[in-house]
């Protein structure tokens, strides 16, 4: 015997914003209980705190269960990239997973960096799981003072 489904049509739309938003790549997206696609992984953007001192640019980025070998971070023509990669491994075989919501695969935060930060400068650290990424300020210009003789 044939079962009957309620069909509800804001699920339906939920789906399909859920697929357009992976299609362009927009970050993570979320999943009902009741959605039967299989399970995958998917694209997504660790998060990130920014904040300033006197002296420096502070980004800090969580990145659980990631390794130091998998994160890269340059800058050129005044952005700060930082990219890596969260892998999935599958260590028991006979393992059966029931749900997946953490992310994982590769990831990609651009920056654009201050006018007053020193490019040249910049420092990172990784220590469990946080990467700090340090952007030292310019010395700033003290204004010069020029006595103007009037006659």
């Known amino acids: 015997m044939n079962s009957l489904t309620t069909w509800n049509p804001f ?4 789906v399909m914003q859920d ?13 009902s209980d009741d959605d039967r696609q299989s399970l995958t992984t998917s694209d997504w953007a660790p998060i990130v ?12 980025a969580e990145l659980p269960e990631v390794a130091k070998e998998d994160v890269k971070v340059t800058v050129e023509n005044g952005v700060l990239t930082i990219r890596g990669e969260r ?9 059966k997973y029931h749900r997946v919501e953490r992310c994982y695969g590769s990831f ?3 920056f654009s960096m201050p006018e007053d930060a020193e490019t040249d400068k910049v420092g990172a650290e990784f220590k469990d799981g946080m990467l700090l990424v340090r952007l030292p300020k310019c ?6 003072a020029i006595e103007v003789q009037v006659n």
């Open 49 to 60: 705190d920014i904040s300033e001192d006197a002296n420096e640019y502070l980004i800090k």
């Open 139 to 144: 010395e700033a210009k003290k204004p010069k």
């Open 11 to 14: 699920r339906q739309m939920e």
């Open 19 to 31: 697929r357009i938003l992976r299609a362009m790549n927009l970050g993570n997206t979320r999943r």
């Open 108 to 110: 990609t935060r651009s």
């Open 87 to 95: 892998r999935f491994e599958r260590e028991e075989s006979d393992k």
